[in-house]
DNA sequence: CTCGGCATGCTTACGTCGTAAACACGGCGC
DNA sequence: GCGCCGTGTTTACGACGTAAGCATGCCGAG
């Protein structure tokens, strides 16, 4: 008969499916009986590759940071730390669904601690000691999650105004949001990221 | 009967005893019934007050930033702005369990509208153009936030160094984590965190 | 005072979820 | 040629969110 050979299960093919998945349904609609109709097998095969649906949440952070693109070492820190930090962030455009993942449950595996050590060697290079070079990761670290995660999700107290239009706000009540009306209707999420990116990046300059 | 008169439900009730079961026993455990049983009543009754489960995550943010503590006016721009941020830092600190909810449904009521207002205008009064304003003030949240919940939930790519000691790891394949090893033992977070502010605050005076 | 409606809570029920357990089967080593 | 092991299936259980309908008590209108 000309069906199709399946091609066998495995934990990477797995992994990648449930991205693709999660990317096209959302985060909520991931089940594991979904999940395997998907892949054209029963939900309870997964549990051969995978334990449960956590470690299957984990390793979906595994892929996503698999795609992550580690600029090359030859540019100077402050090049090769933002242009990092810009994949990191076109990570979270890439899979804004599965992106929340990664800030949510940290990635404890080798290719993790790699990136870490690479980041931590590019900032010693450039001549911090060790204390402020974990210092500026984690500060850049959290800079770079929090602005992608309120990119994605809306910000975090966001005047409503970007939602429904600052200009539904009274100007009396929130003259602060209403002059930011006009702004707010095509903010530059690119140029905004970088400002604060620069902000970080400038005050480490000093402390070199 | 001696039997004790239930205080009636209410939304607010509601939410304020889903908060306390999120902190004692975590989000994952939350559930209607649950929480019904935590209220001494079924869970459908609930529903009367609130329309699903998704809305009572929301209301539930809504008691986190209502217990947000918002500094006084009078005490200058900086000294303002980083007293607000270490009081959100704080709220992760009492709710670590809720906290991430704050990250990932940002809350669109009043209350929320009025601190994005009351912080725009300490910006303004210090003399920030509105563009600035606004950037300063997603730059600041998006810190403090991935700070926030990177130290509830464990640093994103952290060096597992700092959960498995990272003096377990080669020295020679991770030489820089490795020189960490010590100070990652007991990391002063309160200073890592004024670090990062420090940085964003200091870089913010420049463009005044 | 009575009555009727409405707000509040309860009961039952449905479909979906994660996953434990037992089973079927096919290929590989002895 | 036989048994074992890795892969996939079947069935089943308890918990979940919530729709629908029912019970009950309070409050205002007559």
Redesign the interface.
């Known amino acids: 008969m000309a069906v199709v050979k399946r091609r066998p299960l495995s934990r990477q093919r797995i992994l990648e499916a449930a991205v693709r998945f999660v990317d096209r349904e959302g985060l909520e609609a991931l089940s594991m009986r979904k999940l395997g109709s998907e892949l054209g097998v029963e939900a309870m095969s997964l549990y051969n590759h995978v334990p449960n649906k956590d470690a299957l949440l984990d390793g979906m952070v595994e892929v996503l940071?698999g795609e992550l693109e580690v600029p090359p070492e030859d540019e100077g820190w402050e090049r090769r730390v933002r242009e990092a930090y810009r994949a990191f962030r076109r990570l979270a455009h890439e899979h804004p669904n599965v992106f929340?993942l990664?800030?949510?449950?940290?990635?404890?595996t080798m290719d993790?601690?790699w990136?870490?050590?690479e980041f931590?060697?590019t900032l010693?290079e450039a001549g911090f000691d060790?204390?402020t070079?974990?210092?500026a990761f984690?500060?850049l670290?959290?800079?770079?999650?929090?602005?992608a995660?309120?990119e994605i999700?809306?910000?975090?107290?966001?005047?409503?105004g970007a939602?429904a239009g600052a200009g539904t706000?009274s100007e009396d009540?929130?003259?602060?949001?209403h002059?930011?009306d006009a702004?707010?209707r095509d903010?530059d999420h690119d140029a905004?990221f970088e400002?604060?990116l620069?902000?970080?990046l400038?005050?480490?300059k000093?402390r070199l």
């Open positions: 940071l929340p990664l800030v949510v449950r940290p990635p404890d993790g601690i990136l870490v050590e931590l060697k010693r060790p204390q070079a974990l210092y984690r500060a670290s959290s800079y770079a999650s929090g602005y995660i309120a999700r809306g910000f975090a107290m966001e005047p409503a939602r706000l009540d929130f003259p602060h949001i002059e930011l702004p707010l903010v905004e400002f604060g620069d902000l970080i400038a005050g480490l000093e």
